[in-house]
C-alpha cells in the first residue's frame, strides 16, 4: 500500500468506504454511504442526568471532509455530545446517524471505534516506555502477524504509512525517543498519529489545544487544517484564536441544544452568544 491506497479526500472515492465493507460481516451496519456528503448526523438528542437534561433536543449535521468547530460555555454539552457519538452515552431520545445508513445508537463503543469514529480526549492514552515509532505501529488495525507471516511486502508499507504519519505529526526526528520523554503538546500529536493509524472518517477531537503552547496551538491547526478533506473533524474548543485559526463553521452548544451556527464572526456577532458565552 503506498499514499495513493490512504483514504480519498472526499466522499466521491468508492476508497472511503473500504473499512466498513470489511467488516461488514461481523457489524452488519451496511457501507458508509455519503452519498449525501454527510457524514454524521444527530436529531433530536436528549440526554438526562438525574433529570437535568445535558442535551435538549440537540440536532446537528457534519459534511463529509468537514472540519467543524464546537464552541459554548462549560457546561453546555459538548463531551457529552462527543460520548453520544461514541456510544458512552446512550440518548434518552433521538438518532445518530452515521452516514445515511449506519445507526451508531445500535452499536457497540468498540464497534463504532471500528467502523472509523476516532476519538481523542483531553490526556493521550499514549504507551510511555515504548517508542512514538512503536506506539504508530501498535496502533494500526491491521493484523500484524498475518502482515508479517505472509504479507512480507507489505511490511514496507506499513512502515511508508508510519512514515507519513510521523512527518504529518512532525514527530519524524523523534521516532525512536521513548513516547514518555516527549512534550506535552508532542504527546497529543503522538496519540493523534495513533488514531489516524487507525484509519477514522470521523475525528472528534476535545479540547485538543489545552495545555499546549501557542506554537504548540499554531502547529496543531496545521495538522486539522490538512487533516481536513481527507477526514472529517468535530473539535470541541474554548481557544478562539485556535478556532480562528481554524476558519470552518462553528456551532454554539448551549443549554444542551445548538444556540448558533456559522462562520466565526458571524457567531461572534450574535447577541445571545455574547451573552452566553463570549461576553463572560
Ligand atoms: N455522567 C454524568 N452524570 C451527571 N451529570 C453529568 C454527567 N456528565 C455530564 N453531566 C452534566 O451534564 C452537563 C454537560 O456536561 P458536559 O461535560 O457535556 O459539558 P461541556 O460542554 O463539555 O463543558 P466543559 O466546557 O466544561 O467541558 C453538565 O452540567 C455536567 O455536570
Ligand atoms: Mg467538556
Known amino acids: 500500500m503506498n499514499a495513493a491506497d490512504l483514504p480519498a479526500t472526499n466522499g466521491d472515492n468508492p476508497d472511503w468506504d473500504s ?3 470489511e467488516l461488514g460481516h461481523i457489524l452488519m451496519p451496511g457501507q458508509l454511504d455519503l452519498s449525501h456528503k454527510v457524514i454524521l448526523y444527530l436529531e433530536d438528542i436528549t440526554v438526562s442526568f438525574d433529570g437535568f437534561r445535558a442535551l435538549n433536543k440537540l440536532s446537528l449535521t457534519i459534511d463529509a471532509g468537514e472540519l467543524r468547530c464546537i464552541i459554548g460555555p462549560n457546561g453546555a454539552g459538548k463531551t457529552t455530545m462527543m460520548d453520544v457519538i461514541t456510544g458512552k452515552t446512550r440518548p434518552d ?6 452516514g445515511q445508513t449506519i445507526d451508531l445508537t445500535r452499536l457497540s463503543e468498540p464497534e463504532i471505534a471500528h467502523i472509523g469514529v476516532g476519538r481523542k480526549f483531553q490526556k493521550p492514552t499514549i504507551f510511555e516506555n515504548h517508542t512514538v515509532f512503536e506506539n504508530l505501529e501498535l496502533a494500526m488495525k491491521t493484523d500484524k502477524r498475518v502482515w508479517r507471516s505472509l504479507f512480507a511486502t507489505l511490511d514496507s508499507a506499513a512502515g511508508d504509512r508510519i512514515a507519513e504519519t510521523l512527518q504529518l505529526i512532525r514527530l519524524a526526528a523523534d521516532a525512536d525517543r521513548l513516547a514518555g520523554l516527549l512534550s506535552h503538546g508532542q504527546k497529543q500529536w503522538l496519540e493523534i498519529g495513533m488514531l489516524l493509524m487507525q484509519e477514522p472518517k470521523l475525528l472528534l477531537l476535545d479540547e485538543p489545544v489545552a495545555g499546549m503552547t501557542d506554537e504548540e496551538t499554531e502547529r496543531t491547526g496545521e495538522l486539522f487544517l490538512s487533516l481536513a478533506g481527507r477526514h472529517s473533524l468535530v473539535v470541541v474548543e474554548h481557544d ?5 485559526q481554524l476558519g470552518g463553521r462553528v456551532t454554539v452548544l448551549h443549554e444542551g441544544s445548538v444556540l448558533a451556527e456559522g462562520s466565526l464572526e458571524e457567531v461572534q456577532a450574535d447577541q445571545r452568544v455574547i451573552e452566553v458565552y463570549l461576553g463572560r
Open 93 to 98: 431520545e433521538g438518532t445518530v446517524f452515521f
Open 19 to 21: 473499512g466498513t465493507a
Open 240 to 244: 478562539m484564536a485556535f478556532v480562528k
